[in-house]
């Protein structure tokens, strides 16, 4: 059975930081791109970081630019997003989703369409206060 677990979300005041994983099992990592995304209460789904092997490129929403940090430990299956300097803003339930092919993550960010990923977590939890 393939999993998408994400963790690491809670309340924290703002200029905190969390840091976000994404630990996959049941599937073959190396051959999957992890994509963060959030959504805020009220609002559509929007891409936050992704990596681009192809492209060579690591992809930042302009809200999280220079306070988010995607990275990757391939030993444990897991991405991590760092966030720091958090927002009231940066509220949201955060997923992580997986792709095949790769090729979902742009030099404007992840693709949008939500049913074109073969996997998403649950969701976790980030609550900023201000």
């Known amino acids: 059975e393939v999993q998408l677990q994400a963790s690491g979300g809670g309340l924290v005041q703002a200029g905190g930081s969390l840091r976000l994983s994404c630990t996959a099992s049941?599937?073959?990592?190396?051959?999957?791109?992890i994509y963060w995304f959030r959504q805020a209460p009220g609002k559509e789904r929007e891409g936050v970081s992704c990596i681009s092997r192809s492209q060579g490129m690591t992809y930042y929403a302009d809200s999280v630019k220079g306070r988010f940090t995607y990275s990757t430990d391939n030993a444990k299956h897991t991405v991590y997003l760092q966030m720091n300097s958090l927002k009231p803003e940066d509220t949201a339930v955060y997923y992580c989703?997986?792709?095949?092919?790769?090729?979902?993550?742009?030099?404007?960010?992840?693709?949008?369409?939500?049913?074109?990923?073969?996997?998403w977590g649950l969701g976790t939890l980030v609550t900023v206060s201000s």
């Open positions: 049941g599937l073959t990592y190396d051959d999957y791109a």
């Open positions: 989703a997986a792709d095949l092919l790769g090729h979902r993550c742009t030099p404007n960010g992840p693709v949008a369409i939500t049913t074109l990923y073969d996997y």
